[in-house]
């Protein structure tokens, strides 16, 4: 069975750190991997997403991941993060006919 | 505005009690889904919809029932709320099963006493 694992639960950064959220996946076949953001009170909203082509892609707000094939991994990084960066970001995978999610980064940045 | 519309918002229900959260988009798409959030598993597929007329189980299936009543709604129905149904409920919409461009809704909260 499709499974991905997010290793961070609670992540609390400093304004202007670093982000990096990890994010391994299980899966026998070719991957769609997606990165969804849910900022407090609201529903999750596309982050980024990885179909084929160049590993490293880039989304919304200056985040970006890169997919690395033999490590079956599939990591958001942001150089600097801002205070309204603050949400939980939920890795996900294509699984048989519908999208399965990790359990998600709930990533808290202070001012 | 466009997107996907779920109702109710907040309801809280007593153990066995059924009732229907609904579920409607309006962006043409055809695929619908039904998920549950709860802490610490993230989203968890319970039913979904490829097109109109047809539905499928997802990885939490028991104990719901869902209706893809026309191409714009898709509702999931709990016929005896137990208290482990208690979650926050999030419906979905994309243009079809293989585009994943999923466009969720902003959710029921769902207590069950």
């Known amino acids: 069975a499709q499974s991905v694992s997010q290793h961070n639960h609670h992540v609390i950064l400093s304004e202007a750190a670093s982000l990096e959220l990890g994010c391994n996946y299980s899966?026998?076949?070719?991957?769609?991997l997606f990165w969804y953001v849910q900022y407090p009170g609201q529903h999750l909203q596309l982050l980024l997403k990885y179909f084929s082509g160049d590993p490293l892609v880039k989304g919304i707000k200056g985040f970006e991941a890169e997919f690395i094939k033999s490590k079956f991994s599939f990591n958001l990084r942001k150089p600097s993060v801002q205070w309204s960066d603050t949400a939980e970001y939920f890795c996900a995978v294509n699984a048989r006919r519908a999208l399965t999610f990790g359990s998600g980064t709930r990533l808290q940045v202070q001012p | 505005n466009a997107g996907v519309t779920q109702t109710p918002k907040f309801q809280v229900l007593k153990t066995g009690q059924s009732m229907t959260l609904q579920c409607a988009q309006d962006m043409n798409h055809n695929s619908m889904y039904w998920y549950r959030q709860d802490p610490g598993m993230g989203l968890r597929l319970i039913y979904y919809?490829?097109?109109?007329?047809?539905?499928d189980k997802g990885e939490v299936p028991n104990g719901y029932n869902v209706s893809r009543l026309n191409k714009r709604e898709f509702s999931l129905r709990l016929e005896s709320a137990a208290p482990s149904q208690t979650s926050v409920y999030f419906c979905a919409s994309s243009e079809r099963l293989d585009n994943y461009g999923y466009t969720f809704g902003s959710g029921t909260r769902l207590t069950v006493v």
């Open positions: 899966y026998g076949g070719t991957v769609n």
């Open positions: 919809s490829a097109s109109e007329g047809t539905t």
